[in-house]
């Protein structure tokens, strides 16, 4: 009999070759099956008040907080450059999903 396990959730974040290689795939699939994915472009606010480093930790984090498994979160060469793949998702849920991280970035900084 096998047992079956739960997958492991991915790492906080992906580099940029891993996102491409996953985001050609997702074009692919979105061709051939019509199904929909966004694509979000973040950057690390500046004048949290801490240093670049913990900004860059503090935006990881709740980016990766607030998607699913199945999304993929990268950091780019480019200091404070995100992006996010949220496969199976329309517009309006990349936007809520925007919303939610600009909120969270926001209590971060205590603004």
């Known amino acids: 009999?096998?047992?079956?396990?739960?997958?492991?959730?991915?790492?906080l974040l992906v580099d940029a070759a891993t996102f491409v290689q996953r985001l050609a795939e997702e074009v692919e699939r979105s061709d051939r099956y019509g199904h929909?994915?966004?694509?979000?472009?973040?950057e690390a606010p500046g004048g949290l008040g801490v240093s670049r480093l913990e900004t860059l930790r503090?935006?990881?984090?709740?980016?990766?907080?607030?998607?699913?498994?199945?999304?993929l979160v990268a950091v780019f060469?480019?200091?404070?450059l995100f992006a996010v793949l949220l496969p199976e998702t329309t517009v309006s849920g990349a936007a809520r999903v925007l919303?939610?991280?600009?909120?969270q970035i926001?209590?971060?900084s205590g603004a």
């Open 106 to 108: 926001a209590d971060a």
């Open 1 to 11: 009999m096998t047992t079956l396990r739960p997958r492991k959730r991915q790492r």
């Open 77 to 80: 060469e480019k200091p404070g």
């Open 36 to 42: 929909p994915f966004t694509m979000l472009l973040l």
């Open 58 to 71: 503090r935006v990881a984090t709740a980016a990766r907080s607030l998607v699913r498994g199945c999304d």
């Open 99 to 103: 919303e939610r991280f600009q909120t």
